[in-house]
């Protein structure tokens, strides 16, 4: 059995599209509230940027490394582009709920009557 040849073309895109997909659903199913703030991104927007680049013009590169760097690319973008959004809405909502007074008509009070 050759690693090389027969069996990493197609382990690793599959690999790949696996952690892509790991990627996108915590952006999915972490509460908005412990997202991480947009500067520890740009750290990865580099290393984004150039798997990108390199699965959509790699040239000297084999078809299986252009494929396993877009599977990861695509759900890497989609997920950057949820955190942002969810992190985005949170920060308003917040923003909204603080400026509300304490006795305004939508805000519940907890005491009963």
Known sequence: MNWSGEIWPYVWPVAALIGGLGLLWSAI???AGR??????YWV???????WTGDAAVGEAR??????????????AWIALAV???????????????????????????????
């Open 35 to 40: 997202l991480p703030g947009p500067k520890t």
């Open 62 to 75: 084999p078809l299986f490394e252009r494929a396993g760097k877009g599977a990861v690319a695509a759900p």
């Open 83 to 113: 955190v942002l959004v969810r992190r985005r809405h949170h920060r308003l909502r917040s923003a909204a709920a603080a400026e509300q007074p304490e006795d305004a008509p939508g805000r519940s009070t907890g005491a009963t009557t």
């Open 44 to 50: 990865y927007l580099g290393l984004l940027v150039m």
């Open 29 to 31: 199913a972490t509460p």
